[in-house]
């Protein structure tokens, strides 16, 4: 088994990452959706939630529970493999690592991690986030701003500058989708 990891600051082009994944038929974990999930069950924001989380349960909380929800995916794929002998034919991906400690759990778990960073300007990610107006995009320069700095107190940065792959994310969709989709066949081809 493989596991992909892609990290980036809010609006980089985390989820085109994942797009060019899915058609490839690799399945995917988004840390994002444990966070919104958390949020909506105590009825706060996922801002709130992905602070709170780590308070109350430590660093590695979400990163454990992915790990929990690969594992499993796996065991329906496979289910007569247990985890010493998974088969190396499975790729899945884990969107939106935000910290070296989410990075060591899944480098514990999955012997072969790799983390494929997305880097775009801060100018650019806001236009982004404007435009796709999700639930916990910032309208506001202010709160854009605070957005970035509360990722990047998770040690974000840390992660984008030791990831395997860094791709610089300017140009149109179709540039970002080629080199995505060439680093994903890379490392499908070079699994196990």
């Known amino acids: 088994m493989k596991v992909i990891g892609v990290t980036g600051l809010p609006g980089s082009g985390k989820s085109v990452v994942s ?3 899915k058609n490839l038929k690799i399945p995917i974990v988004r840390m994002g959706d444990v966070i919104r999930d ?3 069950k105590r009825g706060s924001t996922p801002g709130e939630v992905a602070v709170k989380l780590r308070e109350e349960y430590g660093e590695f909380v979400v990163a454990e529970r992915c790990v929990e929800s690969i594992k499993s995916m796996d065991k329906k794929h496979n289910p007569n493999m247990n985890q010493d002998t998974a088969s190396a034919d499975d790729v899945y991906m884990i969107e939106g690592i935000r910290s070296p400690y989410e990075v060591e759990i899944f480098r514990k778990n999955f012997k072969d991690f790799k983390v494929i960073a997305v880097h775009s300007t801060p100018k650019t990610r806001f236009k982004r986030l404007k435009k796709r107006m ?3 995009d ?3 320069l202010s709160q854009f701003k605070k957005r970035d700095e509360r990722e990047l107190n998770f040690g974000i940065g840390n992660v984008i500058a030791t990831s395997d792959y860094m791709i610089v994310n300017e140009g149109p ?3 970002l989708k080629n080199v995505v989709r060439g680093v994903l066949k890379n490392e499908m081809q070079s699994k196990g």
Do not use: F, G, H, I
Request: charge should be negative; aromatic fraction near 0%; hydrophobic fraction near 35%.
């Open 134 to 136: 999700r639930d916990d």
């Open 19 to 21: 797009r060019v994944a």
């Open 38 to 40: 958390e949020a909506e």
């Open 173 to 175: 969709v179709k540039k």
């Open 138 to 140: 910032s309208m506001e």
